[in-house]
T-cell receptor, first 109, second 113 residues
Framework: NAGVTQTPKFRVLKTGQSMTLLCAQD?????MYWYRQDPGMGLRLIHY???????AKGEVPDGYNVSRLKKQNFLLGLESAAPSQTSVYFC????????FGPGTRLTVL | GQNIDQPTEMTATEGAIVQINCTYQ??????LFWYQQHAGEAPTFLSY????GLEEKGRFSSFLSRSKGYSYLLLKELQMKDSASYLC??????????????FGTGTKLQVIP
């Protein structure tokens, strides 16, 4: 039982490049979330999903897109990366409490 | 929407007791969580309260008062390894039936010898 996994763990992008962060969970959870964490800002919700094929916007959705084609996967896309998107990104899934992945450290130059 | 407040930093002595407070405002309260996050790591679940009262789990306890929009996390017999950030999070059911979880900015606890 791997829990929640994220790939990649680290990434450096140039402004304007695109990338996709992958989150996978093997706990059969319906709910999945993408957060970003910045110093002094805490965890802020980007997008979330309440089940396969559904997505919804969180607090800070601009500049990001998501897809939940399979129940176990939740993808976060950056179409045109900006320096303001430099952050640590956490994926989570839940039944009652949330289980977090190890995080992806993204730097946009 | 939600508004969650908790102190930014606290310092306590090894072996002592510390209480970390959290206040919140929400229109569709559906549970309050406490998470621990060590530097450079992911948050890990500590406790969950949905009814008023105290939930005890070993050295950690969490209290909730829904009428006051208030919770606290109590850590007893502090150990150096308890130095971490403690995140208060509130689940809300007011957004079109979806249950969102919103986190406070966290309280950074430093345990000193």
């Amino acid at each position: 039982n791997a829990g929640v996994t994220q790939t990649p763990k680290f990434r450096v992008l140039k402004t304007g490049q695109s990338m996709t962060l992958l989150c996978a969970q093997d706990m059969n959870h319906e709910y999945m979330y993408w957060y970003r964490q910045d110093p002094g800002m805490g965890l802020r919700l980007i997008h979330y999903s309440v089940g396969e094929g559904t997505t919804a916007k969180g607090e800070v959705p601009d500049g990001y897109n998501v897809s939940r084609l399979k129940k176990q996967n939740f993808l976060l896309g950056l179409e045109s990366a900006a320096p303001s998107q430099t952050s640590v990104y956490f994926c989570a899934s839940r039944d009652n409490e949330q289980f977090f992945g190890p995080g992806t450290r993204l730097t946009v130059l | 929407g939600q508004n969650i407040d908790q102190p930014t930093e606290m310092t306590a002595t090894e072996g002592a007791i510390v209480q970390i407070n959290c206040t919140y405002q929400t229109s569709g309260f559906n549970g309050l969580f406490w998470y621990q996050q060590h530097a450079g790591e992911a948050p890990t679940f500590l406790s969950y309260n949905v009814l008023d009262g105290l939930e005890e789990k070993g050295r950690f306890s969490s209290f909730l008062s829904r009428s006051k929009g208030y919770s606290y996390l109590l850590l007893k017999e502090l150990q150096m390894k308890d130095s971490a950030s403690y995140l208060c999070a509130v689940r809300d059911s007011s957004s079109g039936g979806y249950q969102k979880v919103t986190f406070g900015t966290g309280t950074k606890l430093q345990v000193i010898p």
